[in-house]
Structure formats: C-alpha cells, structure tokens
C-alpha cells in the first residue's frame, strides 16, 4: 500500500470519528432534562434534598467537622465556601441538569441533580 494511500485512509478514519464524536455531543445537549431537586449526599447516605425552584444557602456540616456551603440560585446549585483543603468543590461550575453532580472528596459529599415525580419518589436518574 502506498503512503498516500494510507494518509488519505487515516484522514477518512478520523473524519468519521470525529462526526460521530460530534453527532453524540449533539444528542446529549439535546436531550438535556432540567433537574428539580438537588439531593446532598454524606458518606453515600442522603442525608438532605432542596428544590432547585427555592433560592437557599445552607451549611452542610460533615462529621469530621467540614462545612460545605451550599447555594441554589435561579435554577442552580454550587458550593460558595467548603473548608476542605483543596477546594475543588468550590470551583466548580453551577449545576442543574439531571445527573450532574458536585463532589467534595475530603468531606465524602456529594450533591446530585435529580427528577421527582408526583408521588415524591424518585423519577429520574441519568
């Protein structure tokens, strides 16, 4: 096989590679669902949930005595302040969507968007 012929072959590969790449980032924006609630997590046991349709600040305090602070505001939800030492929580966007979560690895936080339906059972989980 010649040189060119393999370049060219290489060229068509990451083409195609690249328009699926883009066609799947195109479905999952589309299908984005807006979350409702935004569960908080300590230690893998749910220990508090907030409407994402309720602006709040709460402290969520940790048994090892860490504090997170958490806002929604207009439809999103973040961490303001976190006495952890890396504070990568903090510097994390701000999120709404379903599935989206917000970490604190120090203090084993984690805040997950969700859906819920009527009933007050959870609806949706992506």
Same mark, same amino acid.
């Given at each position: ?11 068509? &590969?990451?083409?195609? +590679? ?7 980032? &195109?479905? &999952? ?26 602006? #709040?600040? *709460? ?10 602070? &958490? ?7 973040? *961490? ?17 969507? *379903?599935?989206? #979560? ?7 936080? +984690? ?12 609806? *949706?989980?992506?």
């Amino acid at each position: 096989m010649s040189n060119k012929r393999k370049i060219k072959n290489d060229i068509i &590969l990451a083409v195609i +590679v690249i328009a699926i790449a883009a066609t799947g980032l &195109l479905l &999952l924006n589309i299908f984005k669902t807006e979350g409702a609630v935004a569960i908080v997590k300590i230690d893998g046991k749910e220990t508090a949930s907030y409407p994402l349709s309720v602006n #709040t600040e *709460v402290v969520i305090e940790t048994g090892d005595s860490g504090k997170n602070t &958490l806002v929604i505001e207009d439809g999103k939800a973040f *961490v303001k302040n976190a006495t952890c030492p890396d504070k990568i929580c903090e510097g994390h966007s701000k999120i709404s969507y *379903v599935g989206e #979560t917000i970490v604190c690895l120090p203090h084993k936080v +984690v805040i997950e968007i969700v859906v819920y339906n009527s009933d007050n059972e959870l609806d *949706v989980v992506i």
